[in-house]
């Protein structure tokens, strides 16, 4: 929505919410990315060679269980379709903080574990049964792996209740993912995982 009108995304996300907590995640997430004003997809996108952007995503999980937001920023290889996530912001707020390293190892393996699930995790299947079976045809994130540079803001609210942090850095990963991809290569791709073949499909689909 936020491109159709040509809006920066994380300004178009603050001028529609109204709940305080998930707006300062957002504000926070941004300042910590440094974060490019502008409308996405970036202006002048290249179509060959290596493209990079960055994307935001936000939630207020399970309804009022913990407010994130996230920041990607990848590079795209246009020729091979393949997505490297550079950098993730993550902004935490889930109520009062009792252990803030518990909370960053927290969000820093939800995120990875959000990334492996939007770059590389899928179930397959033929006419009959499952076939994604072991680790090598249901391959996550895998040990030795490159992985982004993570960085994580913690809002401590001590006189709320406390929510849920393990779990909001993980449902954020794709969304936040995918707009960069967006705003990369002005190509907006739907279906998870994106993997590198169904990335190319989409790239030499633009019209």
Known sequence: MAAAVKADPVDYRLRHLSDPRLIAVVKAAARAANWDTRPSPRPSTRRTGAASGRGMSCV???GDN???AMVAEVDVDQGSGRV?????????????????DGLKNQ????????????????????????TSV??????PLYLDADVPKIETVSINQPDARAAG?????????????GNAIF???????RQVPFTTA????ALDARS
């Open 60 to 62: 207020l999980y399970e």
């Open 66 to 68: 913990g407010y994130c």
């Open 84 to 100: 490297t996530v550079k950098r993730l912001v993550i902004a935490e707020d889930c109520g009062p903080i009792s252990n803030p």
């Open 107 to 130: 969000l820093e393996g939800g995120a990875l574990q959000g990334m492996s699930r939007a770059l590389l995790e899928e179930v397959t299947w033929d006419d009959q049964k499952v």
């Open 134 to 139: 072991d680790w090598k045809t249901y391959r």
């Open 165 to 177: 942090a393990g779990e909001t850095s993980v449902t954020v990963a794709a969304a936040a993912i």
């Open 183 to 189: 705003d990369a290569t002005g190509v907006r791709i």
């Open 198 to 201: 169904r990335v190319k499909v």
